[in-house]
């Protein structure tokens, strides 16, 4: 096929993804120098529409950016006025006191939001500014200039047939150029996979771990509602069969947000998280609380866990990675968005010496040691063994141990030096033939709900036509191997039911339901024979979450 030929624009600085760490980013850049050219390019249909997180937001990013956020109405309307961690077993519970927990554990302070509607205001604030925002702008290439660097990213390919050819309504796209080109795509990012790998920027750094993050938004009870409450739990459903935990929170009109996270490390490929975190639901202080409610929406993200050793360097040639692209989230606090808009202000900063400088297509020096050095660096490390001793000793060892480690962090001795993780996720998964199998509950359609049913409360979209975004590297693997060796876990381990396999014996095919995806990468990263490339599909398509 002959080259493509794309028209090009010309910016100062390039942002991909419209999260809180690129839109950080952007209005920090527009800040230092309002003359700058910046652009933001959102997969998304909308800003926010992919965006989903627990989410209790620490404000120490805001207060930073934009210190009058209150006056210019950002939607934190919901401060946390009470803190509450529990393990559960089958029937029960047993508080875990507060004040055994580090002070970095506790949520004064922060507010209960919905990230997405938090990313909504953001883009409000850097558009005012001038920042160009393109929402519905898949990036689907690395532009690379002459010395190898970064130059840019092809955005907005359309109408390519289900092989691959240009259709009849084919549009090429444009690629857009800058100086900087930031990568603020979420966690295992496609083009940041690409740029990590081209520059070997993961050489000097730990494995990256990951959860899967589930979410459902409930409207319950108004006699049951308790704003600003937020609970934490571990323990029951999952047990010994992975690490993990839940979390609800209490925000406004009557809503509740319901979460479960899996860790990707799981040994038995029988685990099937979605339906782990069905089965919590009906944990008796669960129930009690949904009972005569309704579940409104839901979605699901991997979430970075490898923490300080597992970041990548964030510099290469041409750019930065921002965020969760480098795997910036403080498990024990299951917090990421703070640290995510102060890496955006770091590489702002950084950039927009380098340009007043004359410089462009470079290594951003001095990014990444700002962040290791900085706030963020600070709050990563004190909690920096909390998830190996977890998976290497489980919950309990991850609690007395990981939990003294963290109040001696507190006061700067760190007794343990920094744990490494060993395998990768996709690594740690063992052949089916060690495990038994998991007897899930049949979902009853109240509190508990299959997995399409509850997609479809994703409002996930995608054009049929085009072609699949997630493609196997070697098509035989999945039946000839993943089958019989670890019993097919695509079909488990998915939370919006995209992978299957149909029909028995020799007859039986992989199923791959692309039109599903709500874009949350497990595929690609816990797929033990690491077969599954998550690549974006065509601008827009996707999950459209309202408020997560």
Same mark, same amino acid.
């Given at each position: 096929?002959?080259?493509?030929?794309?028209?090009?624009?010309?910016?100062?600085?390039?942002?991909? %993804?419209?999260?809180?760490? *690129?839109?950080?980013?952007?209005?920090?850049?527009?800040?230092?120098?309002?003359?700058?050219?910046?652009?933001?390019?959102?997969?998304?249909?909308?800003?926010?529409?992919?965006?989903?997180?627990?989410?209790?937001?620490?404000?120490?990013?805001?207060?930073?950016?934009?210190?009058?956020?209150?006056?210019? *109405?950002?939607?934190?309307?919901?401060?946390?006025?009470?803190?509450?961690?529990?393990?559960?077993?089958?029937?029960?519970?047993?508080?875990?006191?507060?004040?055994?927990?580090?002070?970095?554990?506790?949520?004064?302070?922060? $507010?209960?939001?919905?990230?997405?509607?938090?990313?909504?205001?953001?883009?409000?604030?850097?558009?005012?500014?001038?920042?160009?925002?393109?929402?519905?702008?898949?990036?689907?290439?690395?532009?690379?200039?002459?010395?190898?660097?970064?130059?840019?990213?092809?955005?907005?390919?359309?109408? &390519?047939?289900?092989?691959?050819?240009?259709?009849?309504?084919?549009?090429?796209?444009?690629?857009?150029?800058?100086?900087? +080109?930031?990568?603020?795509?979420? +966690?295992?990012?496609?083009?940041?996979?690409?740029?990590?790998?081209?520059?070997?920027?993961?050489?000097? /750094?730990?494995?990256?771990?990951?959860?899967?993050?589930?979410?459902?938004?409930?409207?319950?009870?108004?006699?049951?509602?308790?704003?600003?409450?937020?609970?934490?739990?571990?323990?029951?459903?999952?047990?010994?069969? =992975?690490?993990?935990? /839940? @979390?609800? $929170?209490?925000?406004?009109?009557?809503?509740?947000?319901?979460?479960?996270?899996?860790?990707?490390?799981?040994?038995?490929?029988?685990?099937?998280?979605?339906?782990? @975190?069905?089965?919590?639901?009906?944990?008796?202080?669960?129930?009690?609380?949904?009972?005569?409610?309704?579940?409104?929406?839901?979605?699901?993200?991997?979430?970075?866990?490898?923490?300080?050793? /597992?970041?990548?360097?964030?510099?290469?040639?041409?750019?930065?990675?921002?965020?969760? =692209?480098?795997?910036?989230?403080?498990?024990?606090?299951?917090?990421?968005?703070?640290?995510?808009?102060?890496?955006?202000?770091? =590489?702002?900063?950084?950039?927009?010496?380098?340009?007043?400088?004359?410089?462009?297509?470079?290594?951003?020096?001095?990014?990444? &040691?700002?962040?290791?050095?900085?706030?963020? %660096?600070?709050?990563?490390?004190?909690?920096?063994?909390?998830?190996?001793?977890?998976?290497?000793?489980?919950?309990?060892?991850?609690?007395?141990?990981?939990?003294?480690?963290?109040?001696?962090?507190? @006061?700067?001795?760190?007794?343990? *030096?920094?744990?490494?993780?060993?395998?990768?996720?996709?690594?740690?998964?063992?052949?089916?033939?060690?495990?038994?199998?998991?007897?899930?509950?049949?979902?009853?359609?109240?509190?508990? @709900?299959?997995?399409?049913?509850? +997609?479809?409360?994703?409002?996930?979209?995608?054009?049929?036509?085009?072609?699949?975004?997630?493609?196997?590297?070697?098509?035989?693997?999945?039946?000839?191997?993943?089958?019989?060796?670890?019993?097919?876990?695509?079909?488990? $381990?998915?939370?919006?039911?995209?992978?299957?396999?149909?029909?028995?014996?020799?007859?039986?095919?992989?199923?791959?339901?692309?039109?599903?995806?709500?874009?949350?990468?497990?595929?690609?990263?816990?797929?033990?024979?690491?077969?599954?490339?998550?690549?974006?599909?065509?601008?827009?398509?996707?999950?459209?979450?309202?408020?997560?």
């Amino acid at each position: 096929m002959a080259e493509i030929e794309r028209e090009a624009m010309e910016y100062d600085v390039v942002i991909v %993804g419209a999260g809180p760490a *690129g839109l950080s980013a952007a209005i920090r850049l527009k800040q230092l120098d309002a003359d700058l050219n910046v652009v933001v390019l959102e997969k998304g249909s909308e800003v926010g529409a992919h965006i989903l997180s627990g989410a209790v937001l620490d404000p120490v990013g805001l207060n930073k950016l934009i210190p009058d956020w209150k006056d210019k *109405g950002a939607p934190l309307n919901v401060p946390v006025k009470e803190d509450n961690f529990y393990m559960l077993g089958e029937a029960g519970q047993i508080r875990i006191p507060n004040f055994v927990m580090p002070p970095l554990m506790n949520n004064h302070g922060n $507010y209960i939001v919905s990230m997405g509607n938090v990313c909504r205001w953001m883009a409000e604030q850097a558009e005012e500014m001038g920042v160009e925002i393109f929402p519905g702008m898949s990036c689907s290439e690395v532009v690379y200039g002459d010395n190898g660097e970064v130059k840019g990213v092809v955005a907005g390919e359309f109408g &390519k047939n289900p092989d691959g050819t240009p259709g009849p309504s084919y549009e090429p796209g444009m690629e857009l150029h800058g100086k900087y +080109v930031f990568l603020g795509e979420g +966690v295992r990012g496609s083009l940041s996979k690409q740029v990590i790998a081209k520059y070997d920027l993961a050489a000097k /750094s730990d494995v990256q771990k990951y959860g899967l993050g589930m979410k459902e938004i409930w409207e319950i009870d108004p006699e049951k509602h308790s704003e600003g409450t937020v609970t934490h739990t571990m323990g029951w459903p999952l047990e010994g069969n =992975a690490g993990g935990g /839940s @979390f609800i $929170y209490h925000l406004e009109n009557n809503q509740v947000y319901v979460g479960f996270v899996v860790h990707l490390n799981y040994k038995n490929p029988h685990v099937f998280p979605y339906m782990e @975190f069905q089965r919590f639901k009906h944990h008796p202080q669960v129930a009690e609380l949904l009972k005569g409610g309704k579940r409104v929406a839901y979605g699901a993200r991997a979430i970075s866990e490898g923490g300080y050793q /597992s970041m990548p360097q964030l510099e290469f040639p041409g750019g930065a990675l921002l965020g969760c =692209a480098a795997g910036m989230v403080n498990v024990p606090r299951i917090k990421g968005n703070h640290n995510a808009m102060l890496s955006g202000i770091a =590489a702002a900063e950084v950039a927009v010496d380098a340009i007043k400088i004359g410089l462009g297509g470079d290594l951003l020096d001095g990014y990444d &040691k700002a962040v290791r050095k900085g706030e963020i %660096g600070e709050d990563l490390k004190k909690v920096r063994n909390v998830k190996p001793l977890w998976s290497k000793y489980g919950l309990l060892a991850s609690l007395g141990i990981g939990g003294m480690d963290m109040w001696m962090n507190t @006061f700067g001795i760190g007794f343990l *030096g920094t744990l490494a993780h060993g395998k990768s996720d996709a690594d740690a998964t063992e052949e089916a033939s060690k495990h038994k199998e998991i007897d899930y509950p049949k979902p009853d359609g109240t509190l508990s @709900f299959d997995r399409l049913t509850n +997609v479809s409360f994703s409002f996930t979209n995608h054009e049929e036509s085009q072609p699949a975004h997630l493609h196997l590297i070697d098509p035989s693997v999945p039946v000839d191997v993943n089958l019989p060796k670890y019993a097919g876990p695509s079909a488990r $381990y998915c939370p919006a039911g995209v992978y299957e396999f149909v029909g028995e014996g020799d007859d039986t095919k992989f199923q791959i339901n692309f039109q599903n995806c709500v874009h949350c990468k497990t595929c690609d990263i816990k797929d033990p024979s690491q077969n599954i490339i998550w690549t974006v599909p065509q601008g827009g398509d996707g999950p459209n979450y309202p408020n997560m």
